[in-house]
């Protein structure tokens, strides 16, 4: 089983519909890449980081080093 088809399981078990789970899988492991270029640090890290992100907004919980957001203001 390939490491995107064992992300979009994992993804299933948290909630999202299969042919959803395929795409989220797809962007986290894309994002992944990014991130490790970006920061120069392992991919494996970077995906590890990625994931607890997910499992945590599945469970509706903020990480505390998450930045605060504001809604777009729509005047």
Not at 6 to 27: D, F, I, N, T
């Amino acid at each position: 089983m390939s490491e995107a088809e064992q992300l979009a399981q994992l993804c299933a078990r948290l909630g999202a519909p299969p042919s959803q789970a395929a795409v989220m899988a797809e962007q986290l492991l894309k994002r992944a890449d990014q991130l490790a270029l970006e920061r120069g640090r392992p991919r494996e890290e970077m995906l590890e980081h990625l994931l607890r992100l997910v499992v945590k907004g599945s469970a509706g919980e903020v990480p505390a080093d998450f930045p605060a957001t504001q809604p777009p203001d729509t005047r």
